[in-house]
């Protein structure tokens, strides 16, 4: 039986007969086939199990067709290198069907340097480079497409031209055709993306709906959900931006912040739960929430730009004390209906601290009354929920003091001259007063001499009437 046994191999692997044969070997119950030298086993087939076990290497030749060097699994490719004519080659391909055999190039690089892990995987490629796929269909439909990356079941499975494209995660940038430079990290990120490109998705969900939309950066779970067509768009903190569509140059800080936008552009909002007046907005800051009750700075104020370089038709403010005297400055609560669950308040979450301020509907009949809308004392983008901008009255207060220095100073004036006639008057008066007390005194002084006179006159009658 070792003879027939050791013609058997001998005649299969040295064999050189060009005639068919079949050489059949039949094992017995739990018999093995071995292959060995004297010293080693180099091949052992278990009969009970069917296990095959290789002790030593299996060379391979390299694949360059579909004929050559494959490893099938069933009738599907398995594991193959296939390198294409007058490329570099160095590819690596293992998964049911990953990969194929129709990749070329017109120069070494096409066609080369790619990587496939997984069921289909890379399975369209023609003249891609550099790519690197891993998971269930990942990549499969890229055709020319190079340097890109994904990682993840479905990841990136649309693309077929565009390059540089990062995927990590399930379904990550799925639909993605053409779209180029885009980051996906987290499952579902970017996975409606078709052509939009240079876009940063960092989260589970994150850009989900995006198709066309570019350079945005997003997140945190769930940010810029909805954004399809937005740009420029970025927001760090779950679910910012989430209900964003179109909407562009927003930046948004903060968990939930900015979830309402829908349309508005170049918003800022900073802060949790922060919110522009409305959904459609555009050209606003927002920092916090509704319950936020203090903005703290090391500075007191914020610059704004004023240079006259800049400015057209400057004229002297109309608007001064007359406008600020029809104002009515309140004391009040806030009762804010967003504190309620049906949106409308019943005094029932007052706060029983006072504050002070000014109503907006009262500020807007002043303003109107004036026919100075232009002041925009009242922000009415959000007819629902009016806003004070209080800070614009600033101008009107320093013309107010202006023209009451102005009438302080004139009374004054007037008041240093009716001091200068006073004093005058004065000097005139007791100059008379004193020329008066003189006059009188000389008076006296001539009564009591022409009493004198009289007096001696009649003594002198006297005397020459008693001579007679």
């Known amino acids: 039986m070792k003879t027939k046994l050791f013609i058997i191999l001998l ?31 180099f091949f052992t087939l278990e009969q009970a199990t069917g296990l095959l076990t290789l002790n030593k290497n299996m060379s391979l030749p390299s694949t360059t067709s579909s004929t050559l060097g494959i ?12 390198k294409a004519s007058g490329t570099d080659g160095y590819n690596t391909f293992v998964g049911i069907n990953a990969g194929n055999f129709t990749m070329g190039g017109s120069n070494s ?31 499969s439909y890229n055709t020319t497409g190079f340097y890109n990356s994904a990682f993840g079941m479905a990841s990136l499975q649309s693309n077929t031209t565009g390059i ?22 987290g499952g579902f990120s970017l996975r409606a993306n078709t052509t939009g490109s240079q876009n940063s998705a960092f989260g589970s969900t994150s850009l989900n709906d995006n198709t066309t939309g570019s350079d945005n950066s997003a997140f945190g779970v769930t940010s810029l959900y909805r954004n399809t067509n937005g740009y420029q768009n970025t927001a760090i903190g779950g679910a910012t931006l989430d209900y964003n569509t179109i909407g562009f140059n927003n930046s948004a800080f903060g968990y939930a912040a900015g979830v309402s936008v829908t349309t508005g552009s170049n918003l800022t909002l900073i802060g949790y739960n922060a919110e522009p007046s409305s959904p459609t907005t555009t050209g606003e800051i927002t920092l916090g929430n509704y319950s936020v ?6 500075v007191p104020s914020i610059s704004s730009l004023s240079d006259a370089r800049d400015k057209k038709n400057i004229q002297d403010l109309k608007l001064g004390i007359d406008f600020l005297m029809k104002l009515q400055p309140r004391q009040f609560n806030w009762d804010k209906r967003e504190w309620y669950d049906n949106s409308t308040s019943d005094g029932s979450k007052m706060q029983k601290i006072p504050t002070a301020g000014f109503i907006a509907q009262e500020l807007d009949t002043v303003q109107m009354s004036a026919n100075a809308e ?5 922000l009415k983008s959000n007819p629902n929920k009016l806003e004070a901008t209080s800070g614009n009255l600033l101008p009107i207060i320093v013309k107010a003091i202006q023209d009451l220095k102005r009438e302080n100073d004139q009374l004054k004036a007037k008041n240093e001259v009716a001091q200068v006639v006073n004093e005058n008057l004065k000097t005139t008066t007791d100059d ?32 020459s009437l008693g001579t007679k």
Do not use: P
Request: with cysteine; glycine share 8%; proline share 0%.
């Open 109 to 139: 690089f096409e066609a080369s340097y790619n990587t496939a892990v997984g069921h289909s995987s890379l399975s369209s490629i023609t003249t891609g480079n550099s790519n690197s796929a891993f998971g269930w269909f990942a990549l």
């Open 374 to 378: 232009w002041l925009n004392l009242v």
């Open 71 to 82: 490893i099938f699994k069933g009738n599907d490719r398995f594991l193959h290198d296939f």
């Open 164 to 185: 540089q494209n990062s995927a990590f995660g399930l379904n990550t940038l799925r639909a993605n055709t053409e779209g180029g430079s885009n980051c996906a990290f």
């Open 11 to 41: 005649t299969a692997i040295l064999g050189s007969s060009t005639y068919s044969q079949s050489i059949t070997n039949t094992l017995g119950s739990s018999g093995s086939f071995i292959i060995r030298d004297d010293a080693s086993t």
């Open 293 to 298: 009750g203090a903005l703290r700075c090391n």
């Open 432 to 463: 008379l007063k004193e020329r008066l007390i003189k006059f009188e005194n000389m008076q006296t002084q001539l009564v009591a001499e022409i009493e004198k006179l009289k007096s001696n006159n009649d003594e002198t009658t006297k005397v």
